[in-house]
């Protein structure tokens, strides 16, 4: 099955600076790419995602970028704020909607 | 987004007893569901496919008859943690997939499961 790896499990960023979250998958039929926010006690909230055949998207002060031949796909958060601060999963999909998650980055914005 | 609820937010059973959580999918009708486990500080894992109409498909590892899976309608299912022991102490989250939004995944805001 798929499997997602995601670095670093903790980020600690000053108000205002960038924070990058990165993720590798194993498999090369996987075509669609979410990443979730997390807040304590609470379910994932999607924030972003990007499929297959597309390289870059953004939205805001949030963007994803997808390597296929690499198998790698990262989020990058700009002008981060203390309302980003959570634990943020990637995730890996096929066509099947099943997904395998990364095992989570735990972002804090000291402000 | 869509919008899904669950229900019980929390819960505490005493061992040995079942607990019933059930999702909903608020404004569309949903043929799937999917059930998600995740423990504290740790990711979220697949449990099973709820199917409408049709029997759930498990995860490897998973028992099928320790996490019982109903999807009557389009838009209930319901899981059952039947015998609960403290080790199924977790939080459990079901999502959906609205129809054309190509495998976009709305989520619960989840069941915290305390078994004493």
């Known amino acids: 099955g798929e499997n997602v790896e995601q670095h670093p499990s903790t980020l600690s960023v000053q108000e205002g600076d960038s924070a990058v979250i990165k993720c590798t998958y194993s498999?090369?039929?996987?075509?669609?790419f979410p990443w979730y926010k997390q807040e304590l006690g609470k379910g994932p909230q999607l924030i972003i995602d990007?499929?297959?055949?597309?390289g870059e998207k953004k939205d805001q002060r949030i963007a994803v970028t997808l390597n296929k031949t690499a198998k790698h796909f990262s989020l990058h958060i700009t002008e981060t704020q203390p309302e980003d601060s959570a634990v943020y999963f990637c995730?890996?999909?096929?066509?099947?909607?099943?997904?395998?998650f990364g095992a989570g980055t735990t972002v804090t914005v000291r402000a | 987004g869509a919008v899904v609820s669950q229900h019980p937010s929390r819960v505490i059973c005493k061992s040995g007893t079942s607990v019933k959580i059930e999702c909903r999918s608020l404004d569309f009708q949903a043929t799937t569901m999917f059930w998600y486990r995740q423990f504290p500080k740790k990711s979220l894992m697949l449990m099973a496919t709820s199917n409408e109409g049709s029997k759930a498909t498990y995860e490897q590892g998973v028992e099928k008859d320790k996490f019982l899976i109903n999807h009557a309608s389009l838009t209930l299912s319901t899981l059952t943690v039947t015998s609960a022991h403290p080790e199924d102490s977790s939080f459990y989250i079901c999502?959906?997939?609205?129809?054309?939004?190509?495998?976009?995944?709305?989520f619960g805001q989840g069941t915290r499961l305390t078994v004493v």
């Open positions: 990007i499929r297959s055949n597309v």
């Open positions: 995730a890996a999909s096929m066509n099947d909607y099943k997904l395998s």
């Open positions: 999502s959906v997939n609205p129809p054309g939004t190509g495998g976009e995944a709305f």
């Open positions: 498999d090369s039929a996987s075509n669609y």
